[in-house]
């Protein structure tokens, strides 16, 4: 079945470093879409990528979708304290309706 | 404020007993979709509703079930409850499925926890 990996599981950075994360899933996928949770909070969207090869920007995020649409990027550019919480992909494998959350990676930002 | 709404939003049950989760979507949305958080972990999916409809089944235990109704509010039905069934639930909408890869707007969740 579907599965998408996200790494890391956890990253601490130092407030101003930059900060990545990879989301791989096992099949080509129709889309996929990152969603922020800050810490007690519930998942918000941030962006859907479609294209193979994509590429979107959100002030200091930058997001990536791969040339075989097999994975995908999330980069924070210097991070700040709000960034604070856990982020996931989710995907939807083409002819199916499961949207599939990664399994995150939640961020540390220390001052 | 995503317009997601659930009820309740903490409840405390012993083992075995029988409980009910309650989602309304969305103003329009037409589906319905629940997860399973447990704590520290990631996003389960459990069952997607749409237009009254069942459109997708994930890891959903057979002790529980789900419906959503003509105005399209959705419920989850968790029985026979076990410890390991605390966790945060949360359920989410879209206008429409997720084959066109529409944006789920979640609600805050209801916290069960089983003593």
């Known amino acids: 079945g579907q599965q998408v990996m996200q790494i890391p599981q956890y990253q601490h950075v130092q407030e101003g470093e930059d900060f990545t994360t990879y989301c791989n899933s096992s099949?080509?996928?129709?889309?996929i879409q990152w969603y922020k949770q800050r810490p007690g909070g519930h998942p918000v969207f941030l962006i859907q990528l479609v294209k193979s090869g994509e590429v979107k920007k959100q002030k200091r995020l930058t997001f990536q979708f791969g040339e075989a649409k097999k994975n995908s990027s999330l980069h924070i550019t210097a991070t700040q304290t709000t960034d604070v919480g856990t982020y996931f992909c989710a995907v939807v494998t083409s002819g199916t309706y499961k949207y599939i959350f990664g399994t995150g990676t939640r961020l540390k930002v220390l001052a | 404020d995503s317009g997601v709404t659930q009820t309740p939003k903490h409840l405390i049950t012993a083992t075995g007993q029988r409980v009910t989760l309650r989602c309304s979507p969305r103003?329009?949305?037409?589906?319905v979709y629940w997860y399973q958080q447990s704590l520290d972990q990631g996003l389960q999916f459990l069952i997607q509703?749409?237009?009254?409809?069942?459109?997708a089944k994930g890891n959903i235990l057979e002790r529980f079930s789900a419906q959503q109704f003509p105005d399209l509010h959705s419920e989850l039905n968790l029985s026979s409850l076990e410890l390991g069934d605390s966790a945060l639930y949360f359920c989410?909408?879209?206008?429409?499925?997720?084959?066109?890869?529409?944006?789920?707007?979640f609600g805050e969740g209801s916290w069960l926890t089983v003593v």
């Open positions: 509703y749409y237009n009254g409809e069942e459109r």
């Open positions: 989410a909408s879209s206008v429409v499925g997720t084959g066109s890869g529409n944006t789920i707007y």
């Open positions: 099949t080509t996928l129709s889309n």
């Open positions: 103003s329009g949305d037409l589906s």
